[in-house]
């Protein structure tokens, strides 16, 4: 269920590429997407919690909690989409899956001691990224700026996560974390952008891609599949997600990375590994 999981949020890359090269406004695509998939969610939510009704489901206290990882959400999704009309998709999922050493670099904040593998991992992202945004003129890509730094919002996203999701029910807070993600980017769309039916028709197959699939039917698995999986095993898959953006962004769009990139990604996927492994005490 992970790696079918991967393979949405992957593929996914490419469509929000797409829909910038239509001309779907960053903002415009986010709120769109991201209602569809809160709605996808809460139609799935009876599925999972049966006999519960949606007045436990969506109580206060979730409704709270996913308003606040939703604001968090939105930071990374909208600088992560921004970046996309820059660069491509398959450089997209390396940098974004640096979310992964960015998490254990989090307890330095929370006064915690980071495992012994975060340090080697973070040698092996800096060295990556160098190689895959770096130009030989010592210039980064505005689209891969964005995208880095929407690698740390969604590394805090997950810690939010990690705070809220043990008292509330896991769907019921996706969903509530999505609308709020639209509501918040619908403000942005209305005041920086000029949206309108035409377009988003334009973009339709792209947010209705990402919408269902990437948000309501990946989050779903993702959500059955780490109940029965340990969180290090899980997170060292899912940084599979970065492999199948480059291959969709090469067999869709023939996108494909020079030898100087080609290090820096597989610099990056060995990062996100090396700063999952388990710590082995010596007796």
């Known amino acids: 269920m992970i790696l079918i999981t991967t393979m949405i949020w992957g593929t996914a890359f490419v469509a929000q590429k797409a829909a910038m090269d239509a001309g779907v406004g960053p903002f415009t695509f986010i709120s769109v997407r991201f209602f569809i998939g809160g709605c996808v969610t809460m139609l799935a939510a009876p ?4 006999g519960i009704g949606f007045r436990v489901l969506f109580n206060v206290g979730t409704v709270k909690a996913g308003i606040i990882c939703g604001f968090v959400l939105f930071a990374g999704g909208s600088l992560q989409q921004v970046g996309m009309q820059y660069t491509t998709a398959g450089k997209a999922g390396f940098l974004t899956a640096l979310y992964v050493v960015f998490v254990p670099l989090a307890a330095l904040f929370l006064r915690r001691k980071p495992r012994i593998w975060v340090w080697p991992g973070m040698v092996l992202a800096v060295t990556g990224t160098y190689f895959l945004c770096v130009t030989e003129g010592f210039s980064i890509n505005p689209g891969d700026a964005y995208i880095i730094l929407s690698a740390v919002f969604f590394a805090g996203h997950i810690l939010v996560i990690d705070r809220f999701a043990p008292g509330h029910d896991g769907i019921a807070l996706s969903s509530v974390q999505f609308f709020t993600v639209s509501a918040v980017a619908a403000v942005f769309m209305l005041t920086t952008e ?14 209705l891609y990402t919408g269902v699939m990437s948000s309501g039917v990946a989050y779903t698995l993702q959500v059955k599949a780490q109940k029965i999986t340990a969180p290090a095993v899980a997170a060292i898959l899912f940084s599979m997600e970065s492999v199948f953006a480059a291959l969709a962004d090469y067999l869709i769009n023939r996108q494909g990375f020079s030898e100087r990139e080609l290090i820096g990604c597989v610099l990056v996927l060995s990062a996100v590994v090396v700063s999952q492994l388990p710590d082995y005490k010596i007796k």
Request: positive net charge; proline residues 11%; without cysteine.
């Open 47 to 50: 599925l999972f919690t049966r």
């Open 194 to 207: 000029t949206p309108s039916i035409s377009m988003i028709m334009t973009g339709a197959l792209p947010i």
